[in-house]
């Protein structure tokens, strides 16, 4: 069965740009996660969906967002790029059915805003 | 109040022997879950091992074992004859509001780094 996967997994971009990150969950996976890791904050929690409905959201400005289509896919979007989005971005997959199952995770898109 | 704490500094562990990583949560939530993850350089969370706060016995996976202790809510993973591929990262995660409605959001602790001497 084939993971997560990210496209693309390097980005560079300058500030006040946008950007848009996909991620394909494992098949039959109907909930996707996306997390930011940085030194400074380790890894915070974006937003998750399920059925493509925003279930759960994390603590970030509305310049980041997200949507999930039909065949469960996942696209993260963040406008008006700040230096301090500089990051990777990790999308994971479970179920989503239940609280208890495990999330698994890409292998990240590393976000460079210069 | 951080809900997740790793406080160990880099910890370093001879090849074969057995190491314990710490954590640490705080919940007032009866019902939640931890994980652990490995991340090694490359950047991808690998899964290693679940625990729920109702599992009446310790989770294991292969060389990985969970030291749950719920009253001292803390939830140290135990690497069993360590290897040279273990070096990585490892973060330890909870979920909570288990069986209180769906909820996929992990709180990650800052992470402890582990290297494998040969």
């Known amino acids: 069965k084939a993971g997560v996967t990210q496209t693309p997994r390097y980005l560079i971009k300058t500030r006040g740009q946008q950007v848009t990150l996909s991620c394909s969950p494992i098949?039959?996976?109907?909930?996707v996660s996306w997390y930011q890791q940085t030194p400074g904050q380790g890894l915070q929690f974006l937003f998750e969906?399920?059925?493509?409905?925003?279930?759960n959201k994390g603590n970030f400005p509305g310049r980041f967002s997200g949507r999930q289509f039909s065949n469960s896919r996942s696209e993260m979007n963040v406008s008006t790029l700040e230096l301090g989005d500089s990051a990777l971005y990790l999308c994971?997959?479970?179920?989503?059915?239940?609280?208890?199952?495990?999330?698994?995770f890409g292998p990240g898109t590393r976000l460079t805003v210069l | 109040a951080q809900k997740i704490t790793q406080t160990q500094p880099g910890m370093f562990v001879q090849e074969k022997e057995a190491v314990t990583l710490d954590c640490t949560y705080d919940?007032?939530?009866?019902?939640?879950?931890l994980f652990w993850y490995k991340q090694p350089s490359s950047g991808e969370m690998i899964f290693l091992i679940y625990?729920?706060?109702?599992?009446?016995q310790n989770a294991t996976e292969g060389r990985y074992s969970l030291n749950f202790q719920k009253a001292r809510k803390s939830a140290n993973l135990v690497i069993s004859a360590s290897q040279l591929g273990d070096s990585a990262m490892y973060f330890c995660a909870m979920r909570e509001h288990l069986y209180t409605g769906a909820n996929s959001k992990l709180t990650f602790g800052k992470g402890i780094t582990l290297s494998v001497r040969p």
């Open positions: 919940t007032s939530d009866p019902s939640y879950g």
């Open positions: 098949s039959g996976h109907r909930s």
């Open positions: 625990q729920g706060s109702y599992d009446q």
């Open positions: 969906y399920f059925s493509e409905t925003q279930r």
């Open positions: 994971a997959s479970s179920k989503g059915g239940a609280s208890t199952d495990t999330q698994y």
